[in-house]
């Protein structure tokens, strides 16, 4: 298994986007099912940064968009759609929520 590339993020939740229109379909309803509204959503944003750092300028802010960051079984996982960049990879994915501030590392591996 070889390090493919690593991203870390901080953002602070009070700059929080909290409408349906700054995520893609699917994102917005798992944040609302979620228990912490506020810390489910500045996790998402900040993994998805994350993810895009670790990518290691193969994906841009474009290509947010593409980018789902899914809580399943108390972690988070990531697809990125209409690309086969995932192909043979896999993400490692570590959060922390604090009162003013979410960060959240990805490191990009290969399977």
Known sequence: MKILGLGINIIERADIP????????GEWGNVQTSIGED??????ISIKEAFLKASSDYLTSVDLTKVVVEARDHSYHISFHDSDFLVNK???ITTRAYPEYTIASVTLVSA
């Not at 909290?18 to 379909?25: A, G, P, T």
């Open 18 to 25: 909290l409408n349906e229109s700054s995520y893609i379909k």
């Open 39 to 44: 810390v489910d959503l500045s996790t998402i």
């Open 90 to 92: 896999q993400c490692w």
